[in-house]
């Protein structure tokens, strides 16, 4: 990931901002401000249709509200803390009262996808989360973010499970990577690939029943995280496919080992 850059008018302490409608219209302000050309409310259903998905509420009283958006040019991070914590629909039911919020150019996900995962990587850090609360000022807290960024531990242990997802239907893709990317703890890979259709129509012996035309590609999504994440993670996949026929394909695997990681 490049250098990431904060600017302290985008951070604010203390705030008091009484529901997740409140938090949108704060950081969707301070985004527009920062970008110029496009405006609040452009900016506002950007996040709101990505908290549609899946609150990005994540524990521990962090929450990540992040977006893609069509015709920025630079990202955008800022943070704010609240005087009083609000329900945002956190994984663990408490409470958020810090929003560290990023939004970026549509066309690199992979870069937003690099920020969210170095950001929410030092945000487990207990001292950090304390530093923040404690902040002062935005320039305190730009400080307090930048030299908190470190790398993505490595992971030797067997408390993790690797989720492989096959998705076929493109409509279901960005949605499902959005959402399992946006877990904490996780490390996500993607991959193409082909159907066994794309195989078979080539084979004689089932020539028959498959064709060309018929053959679809398939992208595999690998993601590890924390055991006791799979299930909600599995749940919030089924719903987001809920309404369509078939299209994904959902395996879990417990690790005993993992380490390293990929450029995305």
Not at 152 to 176: I, N, S, Y
Not at 250 to 264: F, N, P, Q
Request: proline share 4%; glycine share 8%; hydrophobic share 40%.
């Amino acid at each position: 990931m490049n250098e990431l850059h904060i600017d302290p008018e985008l951070c604010a302490t203390s705030l008091s901002l009484r529901d997740r409608a409140a938090v949108l219209d704060e950081i969707a302000g301070r985004v527009a401000g920062a970008l110029k050309n496009l405006g609040v409310a452009e900016i506002r259903s950007a996040f709101e249709r990505r908290e549609e998905i899946g609150s990005t509420g994540l524990e521990k009283g962090i929450a990540i509200p992040h977006c893609a958006l069509a015709g920025a040019d630079t990202f955008v991070v800022g943070v704010v803390t609240l005087a009083e914590p609000i329900d945002y629909g956190a994984i663990d039911r408490n409470p958020s009262d810090i929003f560290l919020f990023i939004a970026g150019p549509e066309e690199q996900r992979n870069e937003h996808v690099r920020i969210m995962a170095a950001l929410t990587a030092q945000l487990r850090r207990k001292e950090l989360r304390d530093a923040i609360r404690s902040a002062s000022s935005g320039t305190e807290l730009v400080t307090i973010i930048q030299n908190g960024l470190q790398p993505a531990d490595e992971r030797h242990t067997d408390r993790f499970t690797l989720l492989v997802l096959h998705v076929q239907d493109d409509g279901l893709f960005e949605p499902v990577l959005e959402l399992v990317s946006g877990e904490p703890d996780t490390s996500v890979a993607v991959f193409e690939g082909q159907s066994a259709g794309a195989i078979l129509n080539r084979m004689p012996l089932f020539a028959t029943f498959w064709n060309e035309s018929e053959t679809r590609g398939i992208q595999r999504i690998e993601v590890i995280l924390p055991r006791d994440r799979v299930n909600r993670a599995i749940r919030r996949i089924e719903e987001l496919n809920a309404s369509r026929e078939g299209g994904i394909h959902i395996a879990a695997l417990d690790l005993s080992y993992a380490t390293g990681h990929l450029e995305l």
